[in-house]
């Protein structure tokens, strides 16, 4: 069991209003926050001024929507980042870094590069045999990918899932959460030929590997050769890390859902090169949700074989009097 040790937030956010968090008497400091794109920014003279607080060193407004205005006032003394961070924590971590390249561009005084947002003991309760603290810096990363990679820097995997429930949300209150699963595996792929870049490759936890490097391979331009060898020399790099149930990938999914759509009760996988009725009938052994078979296969014959999805439909199925398949979607949905 993991035990929380004493929330440690760094004071000028304890004075703003962009913050989530469980205090050691156990009160709750919270604010509304939304994160909203600018449209366009007005820049203010940055020549320093004074006034009662001090010497202005930099001044900028961000203007969102054309209505509502954030503004960076950074005093002489004081951390950029840190001002940056509590005017525009509503903002998007892009435009957060442009304004501190401005910043740094002026040659105003900083002594580091990120704000840091978060910071948590971490101990675990069943032998006390770990004891860490857990930091979460403003640079952009995506929060539950620094959970997961704290967890198993430390090697604490199993730990991970309570770790993220505890941690996550709060980071949420402080950025904007993307993604409730990590990457698990990511590297720059090439070429074999020339080492030309062709992109990154991130599988998420709980992804088949052979999916996650399909799907890459064939979001990829340029001309591969033979795609299946390329996949698969990449896969064996992948499957040396992650664990690999099969070499083969899903190349159509269909979701079965009740019928208003509000829940997910199973879905229909058809693997690259594999007759659609193979696949019906497959899952029909394996389900017991009780569809029509008849009308099921219809169907996926159907969705499957418009597309070029790189499934098999040479297999037949019974048709209605009229020569017409026979089609229902009552509890199919994409």
Request: glycine residues 4%; proline residues 4%; charged residues 25%.
């Amino acid at each position: 069991m993991i035990k929380l040790l004493l929330f440690i937030i760094l004071p000028f956010l304890l004075s703003g209003s962009a913050v989530t968090a469980t205090n050691s008497s156990g009160s709750v400091i919270t604010a509304q926050q939304q994160q909203q794109q600018p449209t366009n920014d007005e820049i203010q003279p940055t020549t320093s001024t004074n006034n009662d607080d001090g010497i202005i060193i930099f001044q900028k407004t961000i203007t969102f929507d054309n209505q509502l205005q954030a503004n960076v006032t950074i005093f002489d003394g004081e951390e950029p980042v840190d001002v940056i961070y509590k005017a525009l924590s509503s903002v998007d971590f892009e435009t957060r870094r442009q304004v501190f390249e401005e910043v740094k561009s002026l040659g105003i005084p900083n002594t580091k590069e990120y704000a840091q947002l978060f910071s948590q003991g971490i101990l675990l309760d069943d032998d006390d045999s770990f004891s860490s603290v857990f930091t979460y810096h403003d640079n952009g990363s995506e929060p539950i990918d620094d959970i997961y990679n704290f967890a198993k820097e430390n090697s604490i995997e199993r730990y991970f899932p309570q770790l993220g429930s505890t941690v996550l949300p709060q980071l949420c209150q402080l950025v904007k959460c993307n993604r409730l699963r990590p990457v698990v595996w990511s590297n720059e792929i090439s070429s074999a030929e020339d080492g030309q870049p062709l992109g990154v490759l991130e599988i998420l936890q709980y992804v088949e590997p052979v999916d996650a490097v399909d799907a890459f391979v064939q979001n990829i331009s340029v001309d591969l050769g033979n795609s299946t060898v390329f996949r698969n020399n990449i896969l064996q790099v992948v499957c040396e890390t992650l664990e690999c149930t099969r070499t083969t990938p899903v190349v159509f999914r269909m979701l079965v859902k009740t019928e208003d759509g509000k829940e997910l009760l199973d879905s229909i996988d058809i693997y690259e090169g594999e007759e659609v009725i193979d696949a019906v009938d497959r899952f029909i052994s394996q389900s017991n949700l009780g569809l029509d078979e008849l009308t099921l296969k219809n169907y996926m014959l159907q969705e499957a074989c418009k597309d070029e999805y790189r499934v098999k439909c040479t297999k037949n199925v019974d048709v209605a009097e009229d020569g017409s398949p026979i089609f229902s979607n009552s509890t199919m949905q994409e």
